[in-house]
């Protein structure tokens, strides 16, 4: 049985993506296959290289939320206040 896109690991053009151009690239994949006319071969590739796009992108926001969360542990132990978002 062949391993999906999940699995497998992230080819090195989108690790070098930025969150981003990736998600840019990641709608226009969702755009086409949107749209229906693209061949059978062609929207496997898409849905795989999709598949990638979107790991990527989980991961670089969830490195994002991780940063966040530290800086307002350092914040909080520093005893700063959070900003006023109003």
Do not use: W
């Not at 998600?23 to 590739?45: F, P």
């Not at 670089?60 to 909080?76: N, P, R, Y």
């Amino acid at each position: 049985m062949a391993k999906s896109p999940a699995h497998d690991a992230i080819p090195d053009d989108i690790t070098r993506m930025g969150f981003e151009e990736a998600m840019k690239e990641l709608e226009d994949i969702v755009r086409r296959l949107e749209g229906g006319q693209v061949k059978l071969d062609d929207a496997v590739n898409a849905y795989t290289r999709g598949s990638f796009l979107k790991r990527h992108c989980e991961a670089k926001l969830a490195d994002a939320k991780m940063k966040v969360e530290k800086i307002t542990q350092v914040g909080k132990a520093l005893g700063l206040e959070p900003m006023d978002e109003s």
